[in-house]
T-cell receptor
Framework: SQTIHQWPATLVQPVGSPLSLECTVEGTSNPNLYWYRQAAGRGLQLLFYSVGIGQISSEVPQNLSASRPQDRQFILSSKKLLLSDSGFYLC???????????FGQGTRLTVV | SQQGEEDPQALSIQEGENATMNCSYKTSINNLQWYRQNSGRGLVHLILIRSNEREKHSGRLRVTLDTSKKSSSLLITASRAADTASYFCATDANDYKLSFGAGTTVTVRA
């Protein structure tokens, strides 16, 4: 069966520090991968999606970047965090077509 | 930008009552999905309805889709305290991008 792992679960980082959040998927090949951010009490904002290794599409201009070094690995990064980067980050995968998305448990990032 | 918008933003009901929430979207879609999120957790898929379907059932869930009005509704019948969560609709304008609305927070009182 397929599983998705996302870590860490919580993170407190100072302003200006770097960020690396990792997401890995098991049990499937060539998944579409997604990073979403959710502000408190709000909906999900799509940040990045990837349909293959090295292929990254950015949805909004921001202080973040994403990379997909392996088929089932998706990394969210920042060189210098801003206060506004605080939020709940969710990784998800899906297969191309009319299928459901599977989400990780999320990372709550607090930038102080 | 968010494709779907849920209404109402929040809903409080008594256990045993039905909960109805709506979703409106802007562009043509392949399918529409509903997800549930417990506080501080990831989203869990509930049900998918294709653009050529009008109604779908899954257990206590009933989803309708009106593509002419670009809207969908999710009905939870005979609600339970465990149904307390946020519910999101999601649409895909193409095969890759899944866009979510702001969600409806449902509180079921025991």
């Amino acid at each position: 069966s397929q599983t998705i792992h996302q870590w860490p679960a919580t993170l407190v980082q100072p302003v200006g520090s770097p960020l690396s959040l990792e997401c890995t998927v098991e049990g499937t090949s060539n998944p579409n991968l997604y990073w979403y951010r959710q502000a408190a009490g709000r909906g999900l904002q799509l940040l990045f999606y990837s349909v293959g290794i090295g292929q990254i599409s950015s949805e909004v201009p921001q202080n973040l970047s994403a990379s997909r070094p392996q088929d089932r690995q998706f990394i969210l990064s920042s060189k210098k965090l801003l206060l506004s980067d605080s939020g709940f980050y969710l990784c998800a995968w899906a297969t191309t077509g009319n299928t459901e998305a599977f989400f990780g448990q999320g990372t709550r990032l607090t930038v102080v | 930008s968010q494709q779907g918008e849920e209404d109402p933003q929040a809903l409080s009901i008594q256990e045993g009552e039905n909960a109805t929430m709506n979703c409106s979207y802007k562009t043509s879609i392949n399918n529409l999905q509903w997800y549930r999120q417990n506080s501080g957790r990831g989203l869990v898929h509930l049900i998918l309805i294709r653009s050529n379907e009008r109604e779908k059932h899954s257990g206590r869930l009933r989803v309708t889709l009106d593509t002419s009005k670009k809207s969908s509704s999710l009905l939870i019948t005979a609600s339970r305290a465990a149904d307390t969560a946020s519910y999101f609709c999601a649409t895909d304008a193409n095969d890759y991008k899944l866009s979510f609305g702001a969600g409806t927070t449902v509180t079921v009182r025991a």
